[in-house]
């Protein structure tokens, strides 16, 4: 997957110009507002969204272009509905750029089946699976979450330092859960860990009491979830607290999220996990914007990430002059990365300005965004531990 500015002539055949009528221009978002994540995504939304209306509040997009977004399901985890929703965003609805998709599975079956046939910018909030590295895109796909491939070291640092070192996995049966899973295996391992068990397990179903039993029957003190906090992994802790088959659970990104604390109660007190993000200056300045103006006031897990996805389809749009969907494409390295004024959550009108006067900026957001040759970033990761009654940040790594 290369990231290079890809302005040949094939790829302008491929793309078309989408500005909707008069001064509108189209985004589409595209989440899992059903499905496994569900709690999620509101936020996820609210965020880009967010975004969008802070660079048509400043009527320094294009002359006064004003953002219309466009949302659509994913559902996390149903690769032909999403490409489907995908189609009538880029066909019927001719947005210039989409913002998304969230679950990894679902984002490579757009990005492969819509996204990229089209010529349309893909950035997604979430989709973390380190397959997603080397996806044949043609430097239309990035994503503003860091790869699996790091959180699985991550995590296993952190597990390690708690003085764990016995431990099941149990991972949802997708790209995202095998991915994740694999990394921070052979992370622990390479440290000195041990592994009793792996397995999968499916979503939607309504009883997860063999699989428990035989995570536990391996003798592991501690039972690691790689799943969606809103199906199968909430099912696999709330049987294993039914039967008293675990206690302490090990969580990654997909399960972290206010409502399964809420769903769970005090059982979950004393687990732990990662998710990505920090406490840099932009995260703060996220934090302070999305108080009242984002479902759960910006707290979920990728609202910033998803803030920044939409920022840098807004500002790489007036990079270019155009919301031709090549020229978007054009320009989202440029914006994204040194050198240039540096831009914070809030100051997308400060960047609006500086690009339409030619110069050029730093786009570093709530999430520290700096992209690879590959489109994605290293990231920062925040290790979280379940107390009175929410996921609380011990330390960022």
């Known amino acids: 997957m290369k990231k290079l500015l890809l302005a040949s002539t094939m790829l302008a055949a491929m793309t078309a110009t989408a500005f909707a009528d008069g001064h509108e221009v189209k985004v589409g978002v595209i989440l899992g507002f059903t499905g496994p994540i569900e709690s999620l995504t509101p936020g996820m939304g609210d965020g880009a969204e967010l975004a969008f209306k802070e660079a048509s509040d400043s009527g320094k997009l294009l002359d006064g272009k004003v953002i219309v977004p466009v949302r659509a399901d994913s559902t996390c985890i149903d690769a032909a509905a999403a490409t489907a929703a995908a189609e009538r965003l880029v066909t019927a609805e001719g947005v210039a750029a989409i913002m998304g998709a969230d679950c990894s599975g679902v984002t490579t079956a757009i990005a492969n089946n819509v996204g990229v046939p089209n010529g349309v910018v893909m950035i997604s909030p979430s989709a973390t699976s380190p397959a997603l590295t080397t996806i044949e895109d043609n430097g239309f796909f990035f994503r503003t979450a860091p790869s699996d491939a790091r959180q699985g070291e991550v995590l296993a640092d952190v597990v390690m330092e708690r003085g764990v070192n016995n431990v099941a996995i149990t991972y949802t ?94 059982g979950l007190v004393g687990s732990f996990g990662t998710a990505p993000g920090g406490e840099s200056d932009g995260a703060k300045m996220f934090a302070e914007l999305a108080k009242g103006k984002v479902t759960g006031d910006g707290t ?98």
């Open 300 to 397: 979920g897990p990728f609202d910033g990430h998803s803030y920044d996805a939409g920022a840098l389809i807004v500002l790489a749009m007036q990079a270019a002059g155009s919301a031709d969907r090549a020229a978007i494409q054009s320009k989202i390295m440029e914006v994204a990365n040194a050198p240039g004024e540096k831009i914070l959550p809030g100051e997308i009108a400060k960047g609006l300005e500086i690009l339409a006067g030619g110069g050029d900026i730093d786009y570093v957001g709530a999430t520290a965004v700096e992209f690879n040759e590959v489109g994605e970033v290293f990231g920062s990761y925040r290790e979280l531990e379940v107390m009175e009654g929410e996921f609380k940040t011990m330390k960022v790594r």
């Open 173 to 266: 049966n997708n790209d995202y859960g095998k991915g994740l899973s694999e990394s921070f295996s052979n992370a622990f391992k390479a440290k000195g860990g041990s592994v009793t068990m792996t397995a999968a397990h499916e979503d939607g179903k309504a009883d997860y009491s063999a699989e428990v039993g035989a995570l536990a029957a391996s003798g592991a003190d501690d039972l690691v979830v790689f799943g969606y906090v809103d199906q199968g992994g909430l099912g696999i802790v709330q049987t294993s607290l039914d039967t008293g088959a675990f206690d302490r659970f090990i969580f990654a990104d997909g399960m972290i999220g206010q409502s399964i604390v809420d769903n769970v109660g005090d």
